[in-house]
């Protein structure tokens, strides 16, 4: 689940950094999954202005802009429609990253002329949806400013919900969690009845008391349906929702907050009364997500005289959503049988966020004040006249009562807690606890989990502290074998049998160096030993790559022909304070011939550059890196031919590998006659998830609908790489682009001069439906638009 922080700190009055509640939250047993912190993500943006816009000499859809950064004017080439002289925008500067696709920017020449960065559109910056032109920002935005100070980013928490706490699928009830872990204080829920000025015009009743036992309803005539106010829409966007209307948005915001589901019917598309009962077998439905469903005798649904219009507890119909031209609702707030829900979900193989609460559980206590806070809420967006509500049903309202030791929780979770600290916990967390021998302990209706004493010490144990519980070691037996792999290790054995698998060679080299083949490869000081073994072993190596050309060297004086080395090791660097500072890293040197001569091939061909980058995508990939997200980028070392290298990057700053073909005067210093290909990994700088060594790998379900080609001729500029094309085109659709592969590059007879043809293969895969014309039609339209913003235009 999904949230910002300034939602978070709506219901808790708390000073706590976002750290401290991280922290705070995976101690209490609420993981966090991850922090998404949007300003880091807007680094490199900043509010300019566009001081004049002019025509492109060599383009017709493009304008070359002056534009104001508040320090300095640059020259930025644009393809808007909206950019004018006057405007205020975003502009990217050279180095930042397009959060859409990860793109790199940097200054290059489009159609000739110079460009510094880009103009950027709101999806561009992952704010919206919106595409046809760039971000217009008021005149008096302050120029200069950075965007992410400018916009307000707020960090959003990812907490991953185990299914035995629905009460933490809302908000509110993470809050509630913080409060009693002492990290704030809980503001109480405020919600005054709407007394309703005239009878509910709708009856509304439950033919199903086992699948749905309560049922309420209440009609809001004069409503005015439209856009939800710009706090509402960020709360729904931090937490993966997309904002729909003022109506919608009220009711996934009360779901979203408080955990509890509710639903809003247009009232002019309901006929007769609406009732809660069972599917007849056979019945169809058409749900908000445009698919019909085939219901039977065993699912409870929400009907009026004309046919159903709600999988209760599950999803919308269609027919019965509120739209722009709403304007009286009927609000429907219910308890359904959790089982029957998950049967009905499995059956249908539907899920939605209503599913995931009311299966879990939801608090049957909370219908009345859950309807007033959603009257409350659309009667302040939209405005309108509130009826009477009609109660239908009850929901279960015996409270669960446990009796409870408190000499229980060191008995059983291992740590002394104060009787009067324990009262104080559970109390904080919504119990209420009558004192005597045994505890007479309530449980509140939000917590459908708790079934007896042991889960009362669980409650007392995680808000105390699980790290204040003594860790006790289990007895093992004599033979068994404790295990000894860190996940270090396992990585490297894993990368290692992959480098052989490939024909590769493994070698062993000292982790000492001459001190002149060391400095060839440093990038700071040295460690240089004081008392070495000799002088040839005197610097600790900086780099993998010296041992192996010296290896390489000596295996090719002694009449090898081909040569294809790697070494899994540790590299030794100095870090802060000059501290020693050892990373994992991976050489591969490719020396000598790759195919020898013969009647078929001819000549004996050589190693390039582009066999070094087939070994180091293949090893990344088997340890576990994102392949496909890597950036080709510059900057491999002056060890590298400047021309025939690069680095393989997960944004600006992370490199993960460097590859190419030595420079010659490396060459020549390690006395290495011929073309020689390295390639260095750093497997420290892969990013793992919590308990994997390496990004966590998924399992692949086939996709049930055959994929799309298509293919697309771009002219672009000489000098642009290829990869950035790609990455643009990849990020036009994510939706259905599943795949781009450049299969040509041409230069000669038919492209202009200083230009190159790219050909690009672009798979498109369908989901739900296959494509008609107009889907393909639409998606190549967005495909030629994000390749026109490197002035790449669709070849003739």
């Given at each position: 689940?999904?949230?910002?922080?300034?939602?978070?700190?709506?219901?808790?009055?708390?000073?706590?950094?976002?750290?401290?509640?991280?922290?705070?939250l995976?101690?209490?047993?609420?993981?966090?999954?991850?922090i998404?912190?949007?300003?880091?993500?807007?680094?490199?943006?900043?509010?300019?202005?566009?001081?004049?816009?002019?025509?492109?000499?060599?383009?017709?859809?493009?304008?070359?802009?002056t534009?104001?950064?508040?320090?300095?004017?640059?020259?930025?080439?644009?393809?808007?429609?909206?950019?004018?002289?006057?405007?205020?925008?975003?502009?990217?500067l050279?180095?930042?990253?397009?959060?859409?696709?990860?793109?790199?920017?940097?200054?290059?020449?489009?159609?000739?002329?110079?460009?510094?960065?880009?103009?950027?559109?709101?999806?561009?910056?992952?704010?919206?949806?919106d595409?046809?032109g760039?971000?217009?920002?008021?005149?008096?935005?302050p120029?200069?400013?950075?965007?992410?100070q400018?916009?307000?980013?707020?960090?959003?928490i990812?907490?991953?919900?185990?299914?035995?706490?629905?009460?933490?699928?809302?908000?509110?009830?993470?809050?509630?969690?913080?409060?009693a872990?002492?990290l704030?204080?809980?503001?109480?829920?405020?919600?005054?009845?709407?007394?309703?000025?005239?009878?509910?015009?709708?009856?509304?009743?439950t033919?199903?008391?086992?699948?749905?036992?309560?049922?309420?309803?209440?009609?809001?005539?004069?409503?005015?349906?439209?856009?939800?106010?710009?706090?509402?829409?960020?709360?729904l966007?931090?937490?993966?929702?997309?904002?729909?209307?003022?109506?919608?948005?009220?009711?996934?915001?009360?779901?979203?907050?408080?955990?509890?589901?509710?639903?809003?019917?247009?009232?002019?598309?309901?006929?007769?009364?609406?009732?809660?009962?069972?599917?007849?077998?056979?019945?169809?439905?058409?749900a908000?997500?445009?698919?019909?469903?085939?219901?039977?005798?065993?699912?409870?649904?929400?009907?009026?005289?004309?046919?159903?219009?709600?999988?209760?507890?599950?999803?919308?119909?269609?027919?019965?959503?509120?739209?722009?031209?709403?304007?009286?609702?009927?609000?429907?707030i219910?308890?359904?049988?959790?089982?029957?829900?998950?049967k009905?979900?499995?059956?249908?193989?539907?899920?939605?966020?209503?599913?995931?609460?009311?299966?879990r559980?939801?608090?049957?206590?909370?219908?009345?004040?859950?309807?007033?806070?959603?009257?409350?809420?659309?009667?302040?967006?939209?405005?309108?006249?509130?009826?009477?509500?009609?109660?239908?049903?009850?929901?279960?309202?015996?409270?669960?009562?446990?009796?409870?030791?408190?000499?229980?929780?060191?008995?059983?979770?291992?740590?002394?807690v104060?009787?009067?600290?324990?009262?104080?916990?559970?109390?904080?967390l919504?119990?209420s606890?009558?004192?005597?021998?045994?505890?007479?302990?309530?449980?509140?209706?939000?917590?459908?989990?708790?079934?007896?004493?042991?889960d009362i010490?669980e409650?007392?144990?995680?808000?105390?502290?699980?790290?204040?519980v003594?860790?006790?070691?289990?007895?093992?037996?004599?033979?068994?074998?404790?295990?000894?792999?860190t996940?270090?290790?396992?990585?490297?054995?894993?990368?290692?049998?992959?480098?052989?698998?490939?024909?590769?060679?493994?070698?062993?080299?000292?982790?000492?160096?001459?001190?002149?083949?060391?400095?060839?490869?440093?990038?700071?000081p040295?460690?240089?030993?004081?008392?070495?073994?000799?002088?040839?072993?005197?610097?600790?190596?900086?780099?993998?790559?010296?041992?192996?050309?010296?290896?390489?060297?000596?295996?090719?004086?002694?009449?090898?022909?081909s040569?294809?080395?790697?070494?899994?090791?540790?590299?030794?660097?100095?870090g802060?304070?000059?501290?020693s500072?050892?990373?994992?890293?991976?050489?591969?040197?490719?020396?000598?011939?790759?195919?020898?001569?013969?009647?078929?091939?001819?000549?004996?061909?050589?190693?390039?550059?582009?066999?070094?980058?087939?070994?180091v995508?293949a090893?990344?990939?088997?340890?576990?890196?994102?392949?496909?997200?890597?950036?080709v980028?510059?900057?491999?070392?002056?060890?590298?031919?400047?021309?025939?290298?690069?680095?393989?990057?997960?944004?600006?700053?992370?490199?993960?590998?460097?590859?190419?073909?030595?420079?010659?005067?490396?060459?020549?210093?390690?006395d290495v006659?011929?073309?020689?290909a390295?390639?260095?990994?750093?497997l420290?700088?892969?990013?793992?998830?919590?308990?994997?060594?390496?990004?966590?790998?998924?399992?692949?379900?086939?996709?049930?609908?055959?994929?799309?080609?298509?293919?697309?001729?771009?002219?672009?500029?000489?000098?642009?790489?290829?990869?950035?094309?790609?990455?643009?085109?990849?990020g036009?659709?994510?939706a259905?682009?599943?795949?781009v592969?450049?299969?040509?590059?041409?230069?000669?007879?038919?492209?202009?001069?200083?230009?190159?043809?790219?050909?690009?293969e672009?798979?498109?895969?369908?989901?739900?439906?296959?494509?008609?014309?107009a889907?393909?039609?639409?998606?190549?339209e967005?495909?030629?638009?994000?390749?026109?913003?490197?002035?790449?235009v669709?070849?003739?």
């Amino acid at each position: 689940m999904k949230f910002s922080l300034s939602w978070l700190k709506t219901y808790l009055e708390t000073e706590a950094s976002i750290e401290q509640i991280a922290a705070t939250l995976n101690a209490i047993g609420l993981e966090v999954e991850g922090i998404e912190d949007p300003a880091a993500k807007l680094e490199g943006f900043r509010v300019a202005k566009v001081l004049t816009a002019e025509k492109h000499p060599q383009a017709d859809k493009l304008q070359v802009l002056t534009v104001d950064t508040g320090d300095k004017v640059l020259t930025v080439v644009c393809g808007a429609p909206n950019a004018r002289a006057g405007l205020v925008g975003v502009l990217g500067l050279p180095g930042a990253v397009v959060p859409v696709n990860g793109m790199a920017l940097k200054v290059a020449a489009v159609r000739g002329v110079e460009s510094n960065g880009m103009m950027c559109s709101t999806r561009e910056l992952e704010l919206g949806e919106d595409h046809d032109g760039i971000i217009e920002l008021p005149e008096d935005a302050p120029v200069g400013t950075p965007f992410a100070q400018y916009h307000g980013a707020d960090p959003v928490i990812d907490v991953s919900i185990t299914p035995n706490r629905p009460d933490c699928m809302g908000v509110y009830g993470i809050a509630r969690d913080l409060a009693a872990a002492g990290l704030g204080t809980l503001k109480p829920i405020v919600a005054p009845e709407a007394a309703g000025t005239f009878p509910c015009p709708v009856e509304v009743r439950t033919d199903d008391a086992e699948g749905c036992p309560a049922f309420y309803g209440r009609v809001i005539k004069g409503v005015k349906n439209g856009p939800s106010p710009q706090w509402l829409q960020d709360a729904l966007k931090s937490a993966g929702q997309r904002p729909i209307s003022a109506l919608v948005d009220a009711t996934n915001y009360v779901m979203l907050t408080y955990g509890r589901p509710a639903h809003a019917y247009d009232l002019a598309k309901l006929t007769g009364a609406v009732v809660a009962r069972r599917a007849v077998e056979g019945e169809t439905v058409e749900a908000l997500n445009e698919k019909t469903y085939t219901l039977d005798a065993e699912m409870t649904v929400i009907a009026d005289d004309s046919g159903v219009h709600d999988i209760a507890g599950i999803m919308g119909g269609q027919h019965s959503g509120c739209g722009d031209a709403t304007t009286d609702v009927l609000l429907e707030i219910a308890y359904f049988d959790p089982e029957r829900i998950a049967k009905t979900g499995r059956k249908l193989n539907l899920t939605s966020d209503a599913r995931g609460r009311f299966e879990r559980g939801i608090d049957p206590q909370f219908l009345d004040t859950g309807l007033a806070l959603l009257t409350n809420l659309i009667v302040e967006l939209c405005g309108g006249e509130v009826s009477e509500i009609v109660r239908a049903g009850a929901a279960p309202g015996t409270p669960k009562i446990v009796h409870f030791a408190p000499s229980l929780v060191e008995k059983l979770g291992g740590v002394t807690v104060t009787p009067g600290e324990q009262q104080r916990i559970l109390e904080s967390l919504g119990f209420s606890v009558v004192e005597a021998d045994d505890w007479a302990v309530t449980v509140p209706g939000w917590r459908p989990d708790v079934d007896g004493a042991p889960d009362i010490v669980e409650e007392v144990v995680r808000i105390h502290g699980l790290d204040k519980v003594e860790s006790v070691p289990l007895p093992r037996a004599d033979g068994v074998a404790k295990p000894t792999a860190t996940p270090a290790q396992a990585l490297e054995r894993r990368v290692r049998r992959a480098a052989a698998a490939r024909g590769l060679q493994e070698a062993v080299t000292w982790s000492f160096l001459p001190e002149p083949a060391a400095e060839a490869f440093a990038e700071g000081p040295l460690w240089v030993l004081a008392n070495p073994i000799s002088e040839d072993m005197k610097a600790m190596r900086p780099s993998l790559l010296p041992g192996l050309l010296m290896a390489a060297k000596r295996n090719l004086d002694r009449g090898a022909a081909s040569l294809r080395l790697f070494e899994i090791g540790r590299r030794y660097l100095r870090g802060n304070g000059g501290a020693s500072d050892e990373r994992l890293t991976l050489g591969v040197v490719l020396a000598g011939e790759k195919t020898p001569r013969g009647w078929a091939t001819g000549k004996a061909s050589a190693f390039d550059a582009y066999d070094a980058k087939a070994e180091v995508l293949a090893l990344l990939a088997e340890a576990g890196a994102p392949v496909d997200k890597l950036q080709v980028m510059g900057e491999a070392g002056p060890q590298f031919h400047p021309g025939q290298s690069a680095t393989l990057r997960l944004g600006p700053k992370t490199v993960l590998a460097r590859f190419g073909m030595l420079h010659p005067k490396t060459a020549k210093q390690f006395d290495v006659d011929g073309p020689v290909a390295v390639a260095e990994l750093f497997l420290d700088a892969i990013p793992g998830k919590k308990g994997t060594p390496g990004f966590a790998r998924v399992s692949y379900a086939p996709p049930a609908l055959q994929a799309v080609t298509r293919d697309y001729a771009f002219l672009v500029p000489a000098e642009l790489p290829s990869g950035d094309l790609v990455r643009l085109v990849q990020g036009a659709d994510k939706a259905n682009i599943v795949g781009v592969r450049l299969f040509d590059d041409f230069r000669g007879n038919g492209v202009p001069e200083g230009q190159k043809s790219l050909a690009l293969e672009v798979t498109l895969q369908p989901v739900e439906a296959s494509y008609k014309e107009a889907d393909l039609k639409a998606i190549s339209e967005k495909v030629t638009a994000a390749a026109a913003k490197l002035g790449a235009v669709l070849r003739g």
